[in-house]
């Protein structure tokens, strides 16, 4: 079947998506805690968006190994827009005026 990956490049896909990751944490270090602040200390969203992928590390890469499940969300935006665009559209009229035209 085409546009099914070899072993061999899902292994490397794997090394680089951490290479990557671990790069995003260098370039966005973890902020310091505050002293006398309780709580987490926030975080900027590139460090936010990289811990989160490493967590979840074999959700977002379970394209790789479970055909069924695709690359991208395409097909669940296209599901959405037409309920999106109706909503948008109804009631939308400003003006007595308006909805006459």
Do not use: I, Y
Not at 9 to 27: I, N, P
Not at 62 to 82: I, S
């Amino acid at each position: 079947k085409q546009g099914r990956l070899t072993p061999l490049a899902r292994t490397a896909f794997e090394q680089r998506f951490d290479a990557l990751l671990e790069k995003a944490l260098q370039v966005n270090p973890e902020v310091p805690p505050v002293p006398g602040r309780r709580g987490r200390t926030g975080q900027s969203p590139g460090r936010n968006l990289a811990m989160r992928c490493r967590q979840h590390r074999a959700a977002v890469l379970r394209f790789l190994h479970d055909e069924r499940v695709p690359f991208d969300n395409n097909q669940a935006e296209r599901d959405v827009r037409p309920w999106c665009v109706k909503r948008k559209v109804s009631g939308g009229f400003r003006s007595e005026e308006g909805g006459r035209n």
